[in-house]
């Protein structure tokens, strides 16, 4: 593989989050020469001080982009597919609901270019993949980040060989095979399908984006903390709620907004941190209700495929946040899930898949145990489109009226939907 530094670059080394140890930047993921503990990218911040201000960002593309110096690529020539810039939205109709006063929405519901967080990542990973002289890439995924590997692959003209579990929505199989990589379904878990991705990485050499490039890969969810920092007016939000599946997005975000205050952009403050988990895979949140410093795995049973890692990666850290910033993390099971995506659907038109659902359910849940102060500022970050994961929500959601093209029949529809309109609402009052 070869490698090219230039002069622009602030991206200074890896370095190993348990010893301290660095490497270069290469394709490596783990600390093989002390520890085994995972690496991170270390950044020059003296000199994003020195580059960087909210004008020259504000100037910068539409798009994860204008945060290049952030971001751990070494030249000029980035995959841009309009990436990031999603909506904040106040979610009002939501926010009264739930009594809160100031609630916000990170829609990446409706990221380009395959509707979900995954696109940050992976635009950041392929270009790395890229810079490092990989021609072929892959990746290990529960359904969201074979989407974005393939079609961000197509984009730049990589080839494509992405693995997924075997029992998969069909949305996201589709999803995946219309953009014509290979695609391996295997029988088992996600972390079946991880360890054996892990193998292959060794084996052929390709650009694993979850593996091999991890460390580059993972900083594109801190692009998620940016734009949220930026779109709330530059400053940071009291308390926000995000879904956990390996960790790493929640670490990043708190990453994200740490990096702002460090290169003066942003003020300081406390932020609250909670989590998010299905109690069908939900190793984080027993590790932090049981006040371990560890992560027991476990085999997987929820809905909430997209979230469902039984042996998270940045489990720990997680849990390390959610306590230093005085935040929870809590778990809803499959039947609340779906409780959350009509929620989020029918007040604020926001259509999310089950790791959204399973997010807004968590909200209401810790809101319900005072957990979230109705004055507070709070962030809900959705991740993934619902039309990925329709199967979760068939037979839970009302049939249409099928009517003779007369009015007479129209009307009599009319009013049989709105005896069951009123039926509803007195179920709610009981």
């Keep these: 593989m070869t490698q090219t530094t230039l002069s622009t670059s602030t991206v200074k080394a890896l370095k190993c989050k348990e010893c301290g140890h660095e490497y270069d930047l290469g394709a490596k993921h783990v600390c093989e020469d ?28 539409n798009s994860i982009w204008r945060y290049r110096h952030f971001l751990p690529v070494t030249g000029e020539d980035v995959i841009d597919v309009g990436t990031g810039m999603t909506p904040l939205v106040e979610a009002k109709r939501l926010a009264r609901r739930l009594g809160l006063k100031k609630l916000f929405i990170k829609n990446d519901a409706v990221n380009m ?42 984009h730049a003209g990589l080839d494509c060989c992405v693995f997924i579990p ?15 990589p290979t695609l391996m379904a295997v029988k088992g878990n ?34 998620l903390g940016y734009e949220v920092a930026e779109q709330l007016g530059w400053q940071l939000p009291d308390h926000i709620v995000a879904p956990l599946a390996s960790g790493s997005l929640f670490t990043k975000i708190y990453k994200g907004f ?38 027991a795995p476990e085999k997987p049973n929820t809905i909430a495929k997209s979230i469902a890692i039984g042996n998270p990666a940045d489990g720990i850290y997680a849990v390390e946040i959610a306590r ?11 039947t609340e899930i779906i409780e ?22 968590v909200l209401k849940k810790l809101v319900e145990a005072g957990k979230i102060n109705p004055d507070e500022t709070t962030v809900v970050y959705i991740t993934g489109n619902g039309l990925k994961t329709q199967e979760a929500v068939q037979g839970y959601i009302a049939e ?11 009307e009599h529809a009319l009013e049989r939907s709105r005896t069951l309109d009123r039926l509803e609402w007195q179920q709610v009052l009981i």
């Design 258 to 295: 740490r990096e702002f205050v460090d290169v003066g952009l942003v003020d300081d403050k406390a932020v609250r941190f909670s989590g998010a988990q299905a109690e069908g895979c939900s190793p984080i949140a027993k590790a932090f209700h049981e006040g371990r410093d560890f992560i």
């Design 324 to 334: 230093k910033t005085g935040g929870n993390i809590e778990a809803v099971n499959d």
């Design 340 to 361: 959350g995506i009509k929620l989020l659907a029918e007040t604020e038109g926001i259509f999310t898949e089950t790791a959204g659902g399973t997010t807004v359910a």
């Design 400 to 410: 249409p009226f099928t009517i003779e093209p007369k009015l007479e029949s129209f």
């Design 190 to 223: 996600y972390d079946q399908v991880n360890r054996l991705c892990s193998e292959v990485a060794n084996t052929h050499g390709w650009g694993f984006v979850n593996i091999n490039l991890r460390p580059y890969y993972s900083e594109g969810s801190k692009t």
């Design 34 to 61: 002390v520890c085994f503990g995972p690496l991170e990218v270390v950044y020059d911040y003296d000199a994003i001080r020195q580059r960087v201000s909210r004008a020259t960002i504000e100037a910068g593309p």
């Design 166 to 180: 075997a029992d998969l929505e069909a949305g996201k199989v589709l999803g995946t095979l219309i953009y014509n």
């Design 113 to 154: 270019p395959t509707l979900s967080f995954k696109d940050r990542v992976v635009s950041v990973a392929l270009t790395r993949a890229r810079e490092l002289g990989f021609s072929t890439v892959s990746c290990a995924s529960t359904g969201n980040l074979a989407n974005s590997t393939a079609a961000i692959a197509a």
